[in-house]
């Protein structure tokens, strides 16, 4: 399973990013909370590919997408959180004007 060819896309309609691997759909779901931030909320990753790093692709797609569009989050969903700890460089696209608990 190669997750460098699995491409990262924002469906605005669905409020979510998705990526197919293997033909399996993974998610994170955000709400637009302004125009220039996204509230992270669920990261769904197909059961079959739990533990194979396919989150974690997810995640950082999602921030690298978050941070070529010149976007900040707020990081509600717990993957994503402990993801952000254990890559405290991606903090730099945490949004500084809302908290967690301000939801």
Not at 66 to 80: A, R, S, Y
Not at 82 to 87: A, E, N, S, T
Not at 89 to 103: C, G, I, L, Q
Request: charged share 25%; net charge neutral; hydrophobic share 35%.
């Amino acid at each position: 399973m190669d997750l460098t060819d699995a491409p990262v896309r924002d469906n605005r309609h669905r409020n979510r990013f998705e990526m197919k691997i293997d033909g399996k759909l993974s998610t994170v779901a955000y709400q637009k909370v302004d125009d220039e931030t996204l509230a992270i909320i669920h990261t769904q990753v197909d059961s079959s590919l739990e533990g194979k790093g396919v989150g974690s692709h997810l995640v950082e797609a999602v921030l690298t997408y978050i941070e070529q569009n010149n976007l900040k989050i707020v990081p509600l969903c717990p993957f994503v959180t402990v993801y952000l700890k254990r890559h405290p460089d991606w903090n730099r696209v945490v949004s500084t004007a809302y908290k967690p608990s301000d939801f």
